[in-house]
């Protein structure tokens, strides 16, 4: 059981470039998640996957996309990496609904916008 | 808007001391509250969840309680050694499924 991976774990890209950050999680989970940590700021939602074929919206989800792409897979996209997306970010997974669940975390992304 | 505020920020003490960690937050009406710690360059590993029904939660050395009317949770760590430094995360699910972190407790416990 590898739980939660994330590809890849560092990234550096110039201003306006795009990329996508990979999860996939091998737990059988119907919700996934995708947070940035930043420095003082702690950790923030951007975007989540209740279950398959279902996606929210965050706290900070401007410039960012997410696509869910099976049961497994739950990508987020940059569409024009801006130097405010310096960050690391983290993508985590749960059973589902239902106050016993606990979330499992990935080991985090990299990135750095120059 | 859920907002979640760790005390101390960062907390130095000698190997043995027993530790509380406090978290407090402002709307009471959770699901849940999770405890998480991160090493340093890593991701986060949960210890304990404590549902809203529930008062305490026990894993090891590790002791959470939960005053959910007062939107508190203390995270109390007996005899703490220097595998336990890391910073110590809490977080707590109000909306459908999402976490609100606070910005942490640096733990340093030093031989």
């Known amino acids: 059981n590898a739980g939660v991976t994330q590809t890849p774990k560092f990234q550096v890209l110039k201003t306006g470039q795009s990329m996508t950050l990979q999860c996939a999680q091998d737990m059988n989970h119907n919700s996934m998640y995708w947070y940035r940590q930043d420095p003082g700021m702690g950790l923030r939602l951007i975007y989540y996957s209740a279950s398959e074929g279902t996606t929210d919206k965050g706290e900070v989800p401007n410039g960012y996309n997410v696509s869910r792409l099976n049961k497994r897979e739950f990508s987020l996209r940059l569409e024009s990496a801006a130097p405010s997306q310096t960050s690391v970010y983290f993508c985590?997974?749960?059973?589902?609904?239902?106050?016993?669940?606990?979330?499992?975390f990935g080991p985090g992304t990299r990135l750095t916008v120059t | 808007k859920q907002e979640v505020t760790q005390i101390p920020a960062a907390l130095s003490v000698p190997e043995g001391e027993n530790l509380v960690l406090n978290c407090s937050f402002t709307?009471?009406?959770?699901?849940?509250l999770q405890w998480f710690r991160q090493d340093p360059g890593k991701g986060l590993t949960s210890l304990l969840l404590i549902q809203s029904s529930q008062r305490e939660q026990t894993s090891g050395r590790l002791n959470a309680s939960l005053d959910k009317s007062s939107g508190r949770s203390t995270l109390y760590i007996a005899a703490s050694q220097p595998g336990d430094s890391a910073t110590y995360l809490c977080?707590?699910?109000?909306?459908?499924?999402?976490?609100?972190f606070g910005k942490g407790t640096m733990l340093l416990v030093s031989p």
């Open positions: 985590a997974s749960r059973v589902g609904a239902g106050s016993s669940y606990e979330q499992y």
């Open positions: 709307d009471s009406a959770i699901y849940n």
């Open positions: 977080a707590v699910m109000s909306g459908y499924s999402t976490l609100t």
